[in-house]
């Protein structure tokens, strides 16, 4: 059974905080992905890696940064948060062009 | 134009009807379809995948894909009121087949 798990379900950041988002998966997956989902929006991708130490920007990197040092974990940093931050932030992880598991979920308020 | 589109809905449909999801998408290379359910408050999870024309089907659950109409589909048959979530169609994309568009989802609500 694929598990992808995030470290916060909820968060409260003040504004310009340095905040990290973590993301584990323990089934050896090569890509990791994170998004963001808004009402209205639907799912944006932020960034995804598709190894260790490789990552590419996806639709809306501006005001975030990703980290993989390790296979099973990514890490999204927003280094100075914002309001226009806050958001639903979702971690998913796949094998080659298969399907995505989504983690829980981390919903992060910036006031 | 968005890479997938789906109607944002709601859709109603009476407990035990078939309820009907369609979604298109805009790359005609993409290779890859997926089906995700989404609870309220809740993470996507992922219903079906389909890669090739025609229907898949699993338990309630029928995927349909033509690829020459760059249309898929779902259908749930006897829908029962715990169908009632937002559904997300996804396709991969031209360039990393990795990649995944999302559309904005189909509100589904299944009345008792």
């Known amino acids: 059974d694929v598990k992808v798990t995030q470290s916060s379900r909820y968060l409260v950041k003040r504004t310009g905080e340095k905040v990290f988002l973590e993301c584990v998966q323990d089934?050896?997956?090569?890509?990791m992905f994170w998004y963001r989902q808004d009402p209205g929006l639907g799912l944006r991708l932020i960034y995804f890696?598709?190894?260790?130490?490789?990552?590419e920007k996806g639709d809306i990197p501006e005001g975030y940064s990703v980290s993989r040092e390790k296979k099973e974990r990514f890490s999204l940093i927003l280094e100075s948060a914002s309001t226009n931050q806050t958001s639903m932030y979702l971690c998913?992880?796949?094998?080659?062009?298969?399907?995505?598991?989504f983690g829980p979920g981390t919903r992060l308020t910036v006031t | 134009q968005k890479e997938v589109e789906q109607n944002s809905g709601p859709l109603s449909v009476p407990e035990g009807a078939i309820a009907s999801l369609n979604c298109t998408y805009s790359?005609?290379?993409?290779?890859?379809f997926f089906w995700y359910r989404q609870y309220s408050g809740k993470s996507p999870e992922l219903i079906m995948s389909?890669?090739?024309?025609g229907d898949k089907e699993d338990g309630r659950f029928t995927a349909q894909l033509n690829k020459a109409s760059q249309y898929v589909s779902l259908l749930i048959r006897d829908s029962q009121p715990s169908d009632s979530a937002t559904y997300l169609c996804?396709?991969?994309?031209?360039?990393?087949?990795?990649?995944?568009?999302f559309g904005s989802g189909t509100k589904l609500n299944v009345k008792p």
């Open positions: 996804a396709v991969n994309g031209r360039y990393n087949f990795n990649k995944f568009y």
């Open positions: 089934m050896d997956h090569e890509n």
């Open positions: 790359d005609r290379v993409s290779q890859s």
């Open positions: 998913a992880s796949s094998l080659d062009r298969d399907e995505q598991y």
């Open positions: 389909i890669y090739s024309n």
């Open positions: 890696s598709y190894d260790v130490k490789m990552k």
